[in-house]
């Protein structure tokens, strides 16, 4: 008896241990740590539990690595951790910090490509965000991008960034197109585009869009020339759309099917990518009888006439406004 009793004893006490222990281990993983300093961590791909464990030692999130390696053996997730960019502040915790590698709870990064951008400025937009990777190597047209902003991960290509934004556009397209009236002068998707973009740099202001829109559908019905200045730039800069001075008489004149100035229609291609508003302008333009219209001078928006006297008359008070 004396012997089981010693036996029991011994048992009773490995439990209170081990118990002990237990506590102590939990406690270690649930301990808040303090970060003073705000820390951005990059999990690479294919980065295993060790190294991982590693990485956060380094950047001081955690003061031992061992400790984390225990908790994710522990609880079976050395194989779900998830690569990526990490944001740290305030208080965390192992278990915390385990937590969010599992969930793949990492830094959402934007870029955001501005309405009314050729397709060279595009490119240097992405080309030049430092949290992309490698080069644009696919084939994209002017116009194909639908300006948005768009959220990615560290890690994500440019060409992801491209296709993603061309995916955007084409669904846009596709609904505009679907809602065309078959009365409209605009046949396919591309006409939609390319009047859509001239819309987009001839107006800043949501409000004329329709109106402005409303000008050119009635050109494109009576067979009267766009004349609008910005195919003109665009012929003139060869789709650099960067003047650097203002529109000259010359420039009227200038041979380019882009130039609407000197060729019936529209031009070729677009001369940017318009925005869902200006897409959604030409499909849905404003029911009038303007032919002309010019900036007002004073609002940065635009007088309207339906005569060419109308506009005569609207284009002297502009000039001397400017005077």
């Known amino acids: 008896m004396k012997i089981l009793g010693r036996l029991l004893f011994v048992i009773l006490i490995a439990l209170l241990l081990g118990g002990a222990l237990f506590y102590c281990i939990k406690q270690k993983f649930e301990t808040p740590i303090t970060i003073k300093t705000p820390i951005e961590i990059t999990i690479p791909k294919g980065t295993g539990l060790n190294k991982t464990a590693q990485i956060l030692a380094t950047n001081k999130l955690i003061d031992d690595a061992r400790w984390f390696i225990l908790y994710a053996r522990m609880k079976k997730i050395s194989s779900q951790l998830k690569a990526g960019e990490y944001y740290f502040n305030n208080t965390t915790s192992i278990q915390n910090i385990a937590h969010r590698l599992v969930k793949g709870d990492t830094i959402v990064r934007s870029i955001t490509i501005p309405e009314g951008k050729a397709l060279v400025e595009i490119k240097k937009i992405i080309q030049e965000n430092p949290f992309l990777k490698d080069d644009i190597t696919i084939d994209i047209q002017e116009g194909e991008i639908l300006p948005e902003t768009y959220h990615f991960n560290r890690g994500t290509t440019r060409n992801d960034i491209i296709l993603k934004a061309k995916k955007a556009m084409d669904e846009k397209l596709n609904e505009a197109h679907a809602k065309l009236s078959p009365n409209s002068p605009l046949k396919s998707k591309k006409d939609i585009l390319t009047l859509a973009s001239i819309v987009e740099k001839e107006t800043g202001i949501p409000s004329e869009r329709n109106l402005v829109a409303s000008v050119f559908i009635n050109r494109l019905n009576i067979g009267m020339r766009l004349q609008t200045d910005p195919t003109v730039i665009y012929a003139v800069t060869n789709g650099q759309m960067n003047l650097n001075r203002p529109i000259?008489?010359?420039?009227?004149?200038?041979?380019?099917?882009?130039?609407?100035?000197?060729?019936?229609?529209?031009?070729?291609?677009?001369?940017?990518?318009?925005?869902?508003?200006?897409?959604?302008?030409?499909?849905?333009?404003?029911e009038t009888n303007f032919l002309y219209f010019v900036a007002d001078g004073i609002t940065g928006g635009h007088r309207f006439a339906s005569t060419l006297s109308e506009h005569n008359k609207n284009v002297a008070s502009y000039r001397k406004l400017k005077k």
Do not use: M, W
């Open 248 to 286: 000259y008489k010359k420039d009227l004149a200038y041979d380019s099917p882009y130039n609407t100035y000197v060729y019936q229609g529209l031009p070729p291609t677009p001369i940017c990518s318009p925005g869902k508003d200006a897409i959604n302008a030409v499909i849905t333009p404003a």
